[in-house]
């Protein structure tokens, strides 16, 4: 028979209350149970843990022994639970969010709104940066990224995935000419993207990829001007569904090479190793993969 928690737990709380009856007052149970379940603990570890009778209390020495090993252990499991009770009641005060700027003001800026209307005592603290931000030393409960994360000392859970496509503006493909072979690009303005400056792209009908670095005219690192610069009629560039989708709707871009697409960005919500998820920051995980879910520009294949 292996020792339970809850027995362990209450001899801890025997040991320093140094009575079994201050120990069934304090935890609200009745004499007999705690007996009982000292008895149990005792049987499991096969020794005695307590000295006691009417005058007389004290620990034995495997009793002593128990109590170092397992006190503090007890302490930390014991404030988890209680902030795990806590924060499932509470669904308000402080969340502190990070996400990249294009993404999180760009197609997603509905869903904060969104989930601010259905959490009003939510304070939310939206920090927006295209760099990654190191989520401890800024005190960050949960971000969202792009990309799975290389560093191990985060927790990741995927929400969406969202393809890429080349595309530049009806104006700009008139004047230069629009390419029907992926080699006549070289002879083409390019405007990247810096994130995604090696293009994998994959050809759908017969499901060949290949890997190029092209020579940029013009490399930015932030995705709402390489849109801008495309829609200008500055060159041909790649980016993703969500950023091109309206530019495509109003005539602003023109699909090129559409049978070949680029790499799928993946969306990840992250959090850091070791700092427990509050209930705020779970229930904003859950709202993001509910609300990216629905969208079909993130869960839309290549081709």
Known sequence: MKPSFDDLALFIHIARLRSLAAAADSLKLPAATVTRRLKRLEQAFGYQLIRRSARHFSLTGEGEACYQTYAGLIDELEQVTQRLNRDSREMSGQLRVSAPTNLAAGFLRPMWTAFMKAYPDVRLELM???????????????????????????YQKRLGRVCTR???????????????????LQDHRIAVFKPLSCWTLQHAPTGRSLS????????????SL???FACDGLGITLLPDNEIQRPLKDGQLKIVLPEWSGPRREIFAVWPDGRLLNARARCLRDFMEEYIGRQPVFQRETG
């Open 128 to 154: 927006l940066s295209n760099r990654t931000e190191d989520m401890l030393e800024q005190r960050i409960d949960i971000a969202l990224r792009i990309g799975p994360q290389p560093d191990s000392g985060l």
């Open 166 to 184: 080349m595309v530049a503006s009806p104006e700009y493909l008139r004047e230069a000419g629009e390419p029907v072979e992926l080699e006549q």
């Open 212 to 223: 190029m670095h092209p020579t940029p005219s013009a490399l930015m690192d932030d995705l």
């Open 226 to 228: 390489v849109t801008q």
